[in-house]
C-alpha cells in the first residue's frame, strides 16, 4: 500500500509505502530500497544487486537480464528479475517499465545526445546532459520536466494542468505557475 509517490524533476520517482519503506526509481532504471530492517538494496541497469546491512555490510550478486532485439522497430528491450522493463527505440528515446506500474519516458534534447548503452552487453544506461522526462502511472498525475529550459507540468487525473517555469524578464528571470483547472 502506498502513502504517496513523489516524481522529481529529470524522471526520479520517490515511492513511500508503508513502515519506512522507501524506493526511488531513476531515470536510467536504476531501483534503490530502503527496506524495513534499515537495509539498502540497489539494483543497477545492468541487473547488478548491491545490498548493504544495518551494519554497513554490503554484498553483490548479478540478476538475470533478458536482452531482446527488435529487428522490424529496431527497439532493443532488457528485462530484469525485478520485473523492470528497459525499451530503448530506435530515435534513442527510452521507455522504463518499473514493476509498480510506473512509466519513465526519457527523450535526448537533440539526437545527437540520444541516451546510449556502454559495454560489451549494452546493458548499461548512460543518459545524455540534456533531456526531458515524462513519468506516468495510472490514477496518479504525469509530470512532463525539460520540454522548455526550467520548466515542468503536471497533469492531475482530472485533468486539471499545473505549469511552472521561468521567463526571461529584461535581464533577470521571473519564475512563474500557471493553474488551468477543468471545473
Not at 163 to 181: A, E, H, L, M, V
Request: aromatic share 8%; charged share 25%; with cysteine.
Amino acid at each position: 500500500m502506498y502513502f504517496f509517490t513523489l516524481s522529481y524533476n529529470q524522471g526520479t520517482i520517490i515511492r513511500y509505502i508503508e513502515d519506512e519503506l522507501i524506493q526511488i526509481l531513476s531515470p536510467n532504471s536504476t531501483v534503490i530500497s530502503k527496506l524495513k530492517n534499515k537495509s539498502w538494496v540497489a539494483i543497477g541497469p545492468d541487473g547488478s544487486k548491491t545490498t548493504i546491512d544495518a551494519q554497513q555490510n554490503a554484498t553483490n550478486e548479478k540478476q538475470k537480464v533478458l536482452f531482446e532485439y527488435h529487428t522490424d522497430s529496431k527497439k532493443r528491450v532488457f528485462e530484469r528479475d525485478d520485473l523492470t522493463c528497459v525499451t530503448i527505440e530506435d530515435s534513442g528515446s527510452l521507455v522504463i517499465d518499473h514493476a509498480d506500474g510506473s512509466k519513465v519516458f526519457v527523450t535526448a534534447k537533440t539526437k545527437s545526445q540520444s541516451p546510449k548503452t556502454k559495454g560489451a552487453d549494452e546493458e548499461t544506461i548512460v543518459l545524455p546532459s540534456s533531456y526531458s522526462s515524462r513519468v506516468e502511472k495510472p490514477g496518479y498525475a504525469t509530470v512532463i520536466n525539460g520540454q522548455e529550459k526550467d520548466s515542468s507540468k503536471i497533469i492531475l487525473p482530472n485533468g486539471t494542468t499545473v505549469i511552472r517555469g521561468t521567463r526571461q524578464n529584461g535581464k533577470s528571470q521571473d519564475s512563474f505557475t500557471f493553474i488551468q483547472s477543468v471545473f
